[in-house]
């Protein structure tokens, strides 16, 4: 069992750090592509061990170029399995290198896992009709006829299309920094508004929330992972998709 980890590093990634332990503890190895990121973040990779590349076509527009090159490169690795995160992301601490070698062992390609965005500080969350809770590819099998992104330039996922189509559902949680503080929502907002003014890749809902102000609920991390692991969404399924593929 082999699995890389893969991600884009752009600038101002503060929460990097976090992520890239989370590569070290749960891959074999790692590659990123780094976009416009700047020498110190660069530095932090490399202190890690990390394969990297620099990518520097504008992220807005090239967004599915510069993730399916990346992946086509994780290709050169050989992995069984790719674990995909954003550089403000980790895993809930109960999912470690023994539950994801789990989660292989079944017939499923893909896995998604409930996304949760933090609110004002790493103990809240929001669950809006924008930012919400919601379920998204983290872990998939590297196929290598399936490496093509979903042509948008914005919102096109952590996996290729096929992942999402077949993808089921892991009974573990990620944390999503990138909309925890203020800030970081704000400026967000202004890059959407840059490259989708019309909304035509999100619903207008999810901009709307990111410049809203809202009351956060407590995060209940235990309490969150104990129905994740009794709903029926994350019970296994006996439906052998690979025959389909």
């Not at 995909?84 to 470690?96: N, Q, R, Y």
């Not at 590819?137 to 992942?163: E, M, N, V």
Request: hydrophobic share 35%; proline share 4%; glycine share 6%.
């Amino acid at each position: 069992m082999k699995i890389i980890g893969i991600g884009v590093v752009g600038p101002n990634e503060k929460y990097i750090e976090a992520t890239l332990k989370e590569f070290k503890r749960l891959c074999d190895d790692t590659i990123l592509a780094t976009n416009n990121a700047d020498k110190d973040t660069i530095k932090l990779i490399e202190k890690y061990g990390f394969w990297h590349y620099e990518d520097n076509r504008e992220w807005g527009i090239h967004q599915p170029d510069i993730k399916t090159d990346l992946l086509r490169r994780a290709g050169k690795l050989k992995p069984d399995w790719i674990i995909a995160l954003d550089m403000d992301e980790v895993f809930a601490p109960e999912f470690t290198r023994e539950e994801a070698e789990k989660l292989t062992q079944s017939k499923e390609i893909a896995f998604n896992f409930l996304i949760v965005n933090l609110y004002n500080d790493p103990e809240h969350f929001y669950h809006g009709v924008g930012i919400q809770r919601f379920w998204n590819i983290r872990f998939f099998k590297y196929l290598g006829g399936h490496t093509l992104y979903q042509h948008k330039s914005l919102h096109c996922g952590l996996a290729p299309p096929i992942f999402y189509a077949w993808g089921w559902h892991a009974p573990f949680y990620v944390e999503h920094y990138g909309l925890m503080l203020k800030e970081d929502r704000m400026r967000k907002a202004q890059r959407y508004a840059q490259y989708d003014p019309n909304a035509k890749f999100k619903a207008r809902e999810y901009y709307n929330d990111l410049v809203a102000d809202y009351k956060p609920m407590e995060f209940d991390k235990q309490g969150l992972l104990n129905k994740l692991r009794e709903i029926q969404d994350t019970q296994p399924r006996k439906l052998d998709i690979t025959k389909k593929i």
